[in-house]
Nanobody, 123 residues
Framework: QVRMVESGGGLVQAGGSLRLSCAAS????????TGWFRQAPGKEREFVAA???????KYADSVKGRFTISRDNARDTVYLQMNSLKPEDTAVYHC????WGSGSSYATSYDYWGQGTQVTVSS
């Protein structure tokens, strides 16, 4: 079992930045593919970014060039650096891990989820 705990959310003005962290515990995190997803009120959960155990990344078109996903396997932590934030980025952000080494944009392919952290971007 892997436990995922997100932190770093908050309220920020449009154009600002936030850095989300997701600390994992329980098993060998370095072998897992990980991802970030978000869910805004009244909307379905959507893919944001993913990173594989080898460092290969993928992003949703809506965040390319603004968000960067990274991981520190020594700390069992994955990060999401968010720059040039927009009001439409407002959502609860969840990190996830899966029992495959590659990252994925499909939420159903992930085995472990965090509770989420709220990000609110004001205009």
């Amino acid at each position: 079992q892997v436990r995922m705990v997100e932190s770093g959310g908050g309220l920020v003005q449009a154009g600002g930045s936030l850095r989300l962290s997701c600390a994992a515990s329980g098993r060998t995190f370095s072998t897992y593919g990980t991802g970030w997803f978000r869910q805004a009120p009244g909307k379905e959960r959507e893919f944001v970014a993913a990173i594989g155990s080898g460092g290969t990344t993928k992003y949703a078109d809506s965040v390319k060039g603004r968000f960067t996903i990274s991981r520190d396997n020594a700390r069992d932590t994955v990060y999401l650096q968010m720059n040039s934030l927009k009001p439409e980025d407002t959502a609860v952000y969840h990190c996830a891990a899966r029992n495959w080494g590659s990252g994925s944009s499909y939420a159903t392919s992930y085995d472990y989820w965090g509770q989420g952290t709220q990000v609110t971007v004001s205009s």
